[in-house]
């Protein structure tokens, strides 16, 4: 493995919150293990130097974001043949589906060769206004428990050098 230390990263894009509160829930039950990163921001040795991967972004349109997106179209090739096995997970803020999001990154992950290692989590919000899908929103506190021990498996299974 490429990565210096055995290390979670949740890379993770929000435009009203509700993913971000959703990562930051994950990296709470990571207990210190976890480096947040805006998905903006990350570069190929972002990843290459982690054990394993939370992608969390909403459903925008029936797809993932395409900060999202862009993530994977500038680190997709950089880490062809360099990641295979490594453990990954997702968390999805949605209106009403969420699904597809969560495809389209399964199908990208599956070139990588990553290892889903903890069921896909969709957030369902029920949003379906215009005003109501561009508001600031609060994620449940129920939910935010549901990250917080997606972070925790994945910390907990990184600490054991089962991923």
């Known amino acids: 493995m490429d990565g210096n230390s ?3 990263l949740i890379l993770w894009h929000s435009r009203t919150g509700a993913a971000q509160a959703m990562a930051q829930a994950a990296a709470e039950g990571a207990r210190g293990s976890a480096r947040l990163l805006q998905a903006g921001d990350a570069a190929p040795d972002d990843l290459l130097a982690a054990s394993a991967f939370l992608f969390v972004c909403p459903e925008n349109l ?4 395409g900060t999202m997106k862009e993530l994977f179209d500038r680190c997709y090739y950089p880490l062809l043949g360099r990641v295979e096995g490594r453990a990954y997970a997702t968390l999805i803020a949605a209106g009403s589906d969420g699904q597809g999001a969560q495809a389209q990154i399964d199908r990208i992950v599956t070139g990588w060769r990553l290892r889903r290692v903890a069921d896909g989590l969709i957030v369902n919000l029920g949003v379906q206004t215009p005003e109501a899908i561009m508001a600031p929103k609060a994620v449940p506190e129920g939910d935010l428990a549901r990250c917080r021990e997606v972070g925790s498996l994945l910390a907990e299974g ?3 050098g089962i991923f």
């Open 158 to 160: 990184i600490s054991l």
């Open 62 to 65: 029936g797809g993932m974001t």
């Open 6 to 8: 055995a290390s979670l």
